[in-house]
């Protein structure tokens, strides 16, 4: 066996068979399983998928685990000599993996290889290049030149001597050697959802080549889920859960200094944010039509980070799921909902 195919399942049988036939359609040349974790009961998904796919796999992880947890799960089961994690929530257009293993196989010293990102319209969509060009989001300053150029400064881009070579892949559509994922013991499992593929990769790149081909696309259609980001601003840009994760992957990566470095700029910023909400509405002809949600919103995502404080400095000892009550933006959409 060449290829495991692992998708996780929640709520997205739909979305998995749509993704099945683009996989049987395409894949050429190498042999492959698939192998489903489902992340929730969902009796009626897994009967769809296996009346359209009764070959497949599937795995009951009996609760919600996450992302981590069930792609760790089902890499466990899985036969091939490759691994790829594979969103339910994409399609290929081409024999995309056939080409990933060729080229994997060409160069033993890939351990981990992913593809380029496009939406439903084939349009290509944007993604962080590198670590630092992540850590660079992070920050809450003003838009510019001047501060771009002096993030740039301090968080460098890398340079390598492979044009293709990352310092960490997307989980959307990542493919893994084998002996990567025995090298590494697979994603940190106390992270529930974000942040994993880049943890990830910090150890990956360890043990070999990142590689990201230029050559080889997916579609993904990145479906609505009560995590994701909502109510995106320059001053919100993250959902309470990728923050927590990501703060959780700060700590592990950086260090406990690096960790505390960034709580301090968030607490100092929500007054910053306030004064630069006031100052805006006093310049506009009628102020009061500007209210301070944004800012009410930044600072109780802010108050939430840091009750994980110490949970975050012991991270190992956590499973890094937010509550429903923490869940900032879903709550002021639902605030919403009831006044209107």
Known sequence: MEVSIIIVNYRTSGLIINALQTVYRYTEGVSFEVIVVNNEE?????RRVLTEYPEVKWIEMSYNAGFGRANNAGMKAAAGRYFLLLNADTLLVDNVIGRCV???????????????QYDGDRQPMPFYQSFN????SFFIIPPGKFFADLLERFLPEPVYEDPEQRDWLVGAFMMIRREGFEATGGFEECLFMYGEDVEWSWRLGKTGRLCLFKDCIFL????????????????NRFSVQMQVSNMVWLRKQYGAFYYFLMLIHYLVMIPVVYIWRWIANMKESDP????????????????VLLSYFWK?????????????EENIDKLYADEGNQKT
């Open 312 to 324: 975050t400095m012991n991270y190992k000892q956590y499973f890094f799921k937010i509550r429903p």
């Open 288 to 303: 009061a039509k500007r209210g301070f949600d944004t800012q009410h919103i930044f600072a109780r995502k802010v108050g």
């Open 42 to 46: 969902d009796t009626e998904g897994k």
């Open 102 to 116: 060729k080229r994997m196989e060409a160069d033993r010293q890939i351990v981990a290889c992913a593809a380029l």
């Open 220 to 235: 993904h259609l990145e479906n609505g889920n009560p995590y994701r980001r909502s109510r995106i601003s320059w001053i």
């Open 133 to 136: 060009d992540f850590r660079k």
